[in-house]
């Protein structure tokens, strides 16, 4: 690809509410990640949520799942702290999907995001494509 596509039309984005039509309220989501979190932490003994899949699917899945519930949140209350978290929780989904690009599915690899801003983008793309796919990792 010889252009970097930092904005949503580029990396394919969809707009959240149709990158998201299809996620948990959030307030199920909450609890379901910061139970996933609990359990890859070891401080609670799972799974709750149902069987988890070991390994790096589900690693990114958390990741994923955990990124856009902060993107969704931030949309909610565009207040410095939400927004923060949000570009946070993104670039730990990027540097993950970096060091393991055959997890990633869809024309556009993190590496084609190079402005921080973009990556809130890039989590909407990535979520709307694991959904399409079967929420896979979980």
Do not use: C, F, K
Not at 19 to 34: G, I, K, T
């Amino acid at each position: 690809m010889d252009v970097t596509p930092n904005d949503g039309e580029a990396i394919g984005a969809p707009p959240p509410h149709e990158a998201y039509a299809n996620a948990p309220d959030l307030r199920r989501e909450m609890h379901q990640v910061l139970a996933l979190g609990a359990e890859r932490d070891g401080r609670q003994a799972g799974p709750v949520t149902g069987p988890l899949v070991s390994g790096r699917a589900a690693e990114r899945a958390w990741l994923l799942r955990r990124a856009a519930l902060m993107d969704r949140m931030a949309l909610d209350d565009p207040g410095s702290g939400p927004v923060a978290a949000a570009a946070q929780t993104a670039e730990q989904l990027v540097l993950h999907d970096r060091r393991h690009p055959d997890l990633v599915s869809g024309p556009h690899h993190p590496d084609a995001i190079t402005r921080a801003h973009s990556h809130r983008l890039y989590v909407r793309r990535a979520y709307a494509a694991w959904t399409a796919a079967g929420r896979p990792g979980i």
